[in-house]
Every structure is written in C-alpha cells, then in structure tokens.
C-alpha cells in the first residue's frame, strides 16, 4: 500500500482535512441510514392506516437496502473516478425528491417506489468508505473507519424523533423534516471537505497499478470474498433488526409505536459504539481471532431469542410437570444489548481488516461488502415474515440468523488464516 495515499506523512500529526472526513461522513451516513429506517417506523403507522398486509410491509422495508445493495459497486466505482466528496454529495441530494415524495404518496405502489428511491443513497455509504479509506488517519485507519460505520446510530435519530413529530404533525411532516439535515450536510462536504486529488491521494489507482485482465479486474479475490461474506452477515443482519425490531416488539409484547421504538435503542446504540471500538482495537493488533468471540456471543444471543413462547407437560413418578416459557421484555432486551455490541465490535474490526489487507483496492473490496450485505439485509425481512405468516413462529427469523451464523463459522474454519490460534 501507498503510505502516503491519505496525504500525511508517518508520525505528521492529523490536520483539520482528516478531522473533517473523519467528522462529517459518518454523519453523511447516519442520516443516509435514518432516511431508510423511516419505514422501520413509520410503516407500522401506514400499515394500520392504509391495511399493507404483513408481506407488503416486508418488502417496502425491504426495497431501500436492495436498491442500496445493487447501487453500492457501481458508486463505489463512481467515488474512484470522480471523487468521494462529489459522489457523496450526489447522493445526499439524490434522496431529497424520494423524500418529498413520500410525504405525498398515497398508495402502496408510490411508497415503495420512494423506497427504491431511498436506496439509492447507499452510494453515499459506499463512496464515503473510499472516502475515509483514503482520506482518513493512516494511524487511526480502524478508528476512523469505526466512527464511519456508527453513522447507523441514524436509526436512532428516526426511533426518538419520527413518532413525536409524526403525533405532533402528522406523518407526512416526518420525512419533510429529514430535508434540512441532508442538505445541511451536503454543503458542508461540499464547502470544508477535500477532494482525494487535492490531498495528495490518486483517485485513478489505474495510473499506479499495473495493467490486468477484465476477469481480474471485475472479480475480487476469494481472501475478499471470504471478509466480505463474515462482513455481509453482521451488517445486513444489523441493518434489518434495526428496520424490523420496532414492529416486532409492538407485536410481540403489545407496546406503543413510540415505546418500540424507543425499545429498539437497546441494540441501535450499543452495535454503533461497537462499531467505534471494534475499529480502535483493530488498529493495535489483528482482530481475526476476535470474530470466533464476536461470533459465539451473536450465536448464544440468537439461540435463546430463537426460542418461542411455549409450554410443555412432562409426565413424571409422582404426577405430571407443567413448564411455561415466555421471554420477557426486560429478558429481550437483555440479549438485544451485548448481541448489538457484539455485531458492532465485528463490523469494525472487520471493515478495518479489509482496509489492511486490500486498502489499494477499497473500490472493490468495500463496495463488495457492502453489495452483499445489502441483499442479506433485504432478504432478512420477507424471511422474518415467512417465519410469522407461514410457519406460524415469530422467532424463526431468528432461528434463520441462527442457521446463517453457523455457516459465517463454517467458512470461517475453511480459512487456515481465521481458524483459532492460527499464526497470520
């Protein structure tokens, strides 16, 4: 890697260019996130109002990380040519319309396709981490990484903010609102934020790397393959929970809108400050070892919230034995912190392993992750839906994150390099 691609050189102190990249994209990020997480909440409002059943809801949560998904390579390969800052700036503006829109719209069809629009900001999260990949602290990379991956904490901006304003206002008010904050920030990166050419970094990395085949150029190699795939479980599961989780406890334990919501901090926060400690301890040593840890609490987190509700009539010596379970609110919580942490803890030290291992190659290797991860998390929900609707069983999403985080291990023991005291 180029050591000097950020502009600084070994042991200059960070300047306020870095700060800025630092500072103003993860905020770029966080209200990307809270635009999707609109129909988090504001969905179980509609879905009442205007009768979308279980399904339609699903997909209309659904259609901004599917959309995100398949926008992420290509912005990513945009923010290469021409610039982070320009993309990033493209994209905060680029949601404003499906914004207003869905303030406006009426029927189902109008919502998702404003939805659809929604994920098209995903090309800011993509050209953003390009962005602080090559502009951020060289030193500080998993840090300044960490921080950009908490912008997802803008899901707690929507859970806090959308059901007050929407008692208060009305629903349509919500979205308008969201206006001011994206363009606020959009003309901060476009007045204090620098260009990559402009801080001494190649934006056409085709100038300093030698010339390769097309199969080699638009295929990434199997060890980006395998980080992205671990990567693409913690963040799309991440991502949908915190999508899915305020319908889900207003469902299962009866609550307000306002109070799941609120609810739903439990896990938002702590994967946002996970995020920020996962890439600080990255930056001090390699956190390979750490994804079996990370993976076995996510995996003892799921097992118990996987189990429903049930009771059970044992026929016993001297008469017969009735159990009761039934997880409680407080219980749910309980494992919906360290689960969130965990996650978090993950997505960091594994964004900031890829940006050791493949950080010339950013474009391709973050725009994977975040590509694969997108259509995880946009699966999540119409599997969280099989699981109530037809099978019957609220908690067999879980049951589903279960299976999947047994196969993340799997791949994890097929890597010599990821197996439990493997020397790197």
């Not at 790397?209 to 980080?227: E, F, G, H, N």
């Not at 390979?288 to 919230?305: E, I, K, P, T």
Request: aromatic share 12%; hydrophobic share 55%.
């Amino acid at each position: 890697m180029n050591p000097a691609r950020n502009g600084l050189a070994p042991g200059q102190p960070i300047d306020y260019r870095s700060l800025v990249v630092v500072l103003l994209s993860p905020l770029a990020f966080a209200l990307v996130f809270a635009s999707w997480t609109i129909f988090a909440v504001l969905g179980v409002e509609l879905k009442r109002s205007l009768g979308f059943g279980e399904v339609q809801f699903a997909t209309l949560l659904a259609m901004p990380l599917f959309t995100g998904a398949l926008a992420a390579l290509p912005m990513a390969e945009l923010a290469r040519r021409f610039g982070g800052r320009r993309v990033m700036i493209g994209c905060l503006l680029l949601i404003c319309p499906f914004l207003w829109a869905i303030a406006h719209s009426n029927d189902y069809w109008e919502f998702l396709l404003a939805g659809a629009g929604l994920g098209l900001g995903a090309g800011s999260l993509a050209a953003g981490l390009v962005y602080v990949a090559t502009l951020g602290p060289r030193r500080h990379a998993g840090l300044a990484l960490g921080l950009y991956g908490a912008g997802m904490l803008g899901a707690g901006l929507t859970y806090f903010l959308l059901p007050l304003i929407s008692q208060a206002y009305g629903w349509p008010m919500a979205p308008k609102l969201y206006l001011l904050p994206v363009l606020l920030v959009a003309i901060l990166l476009w007045l204090f934020a620098d260009d990559e050419a402009e801080h001494g970094g190649a934006v056409d990395v085709t100038a300093v790397t030698p010339p390769r085949s097309l199969l080699a150029r638009c295929l990434p190699p199997l060890a980006v393959w395998r980080l992205a795939l671990y990567y693409s479980f913690f963040y799309g599961t991440f991502v949908a929970l915190a999508l899915w989780l305020p319908g889900y406890l207003a469902a299962q334990y009866q609550l307000p809108l306002q109070q799941a919501a609120l609810a739903a901090l439990f896990f938002t926060l702590p994967g946002g400050l996970g995020q920020i400690l996962g890439g600080a301890l990255a930056d001090r040593r390699d956190f390979r070892d750490l994804r079996w840890w990370v993976s076995a609490c996510v995996m003892a987190c799921l097992f118990v919230l996987s189990y429903p509700d049930f009771s059970m009539q044992i026929h016993g010596v001297h008469g017969d034995l009735e159990l009761h379970f039934a997880m409680p609110l407080t219980g749910f919580l309980a494992l919906l912190a360290p689960m969130g942490l965990a996650m978090g803890v993950g997505k960091g030290s594994l964004m900031c392993l890829l940006h050791r291992d493949h950080g010339d190659d950013m474009v391709r290797a973050g725009g994977l992750a975040l590509f694969l991860g997108g259509l995880f998390a946009a699966l999540l929900p119409l599997m969280f839906v099989f699981g109530n609707e037809w099978v019957g069983i609220r908690t067999a999403g879980f049951m589903f994150l279960y299976a999947a985080l047994a196969v993340c291990m799997l791949l994890m023991l097929w890597d010599p390099r990821s197996r439990p005291g493997a020397v790197h």
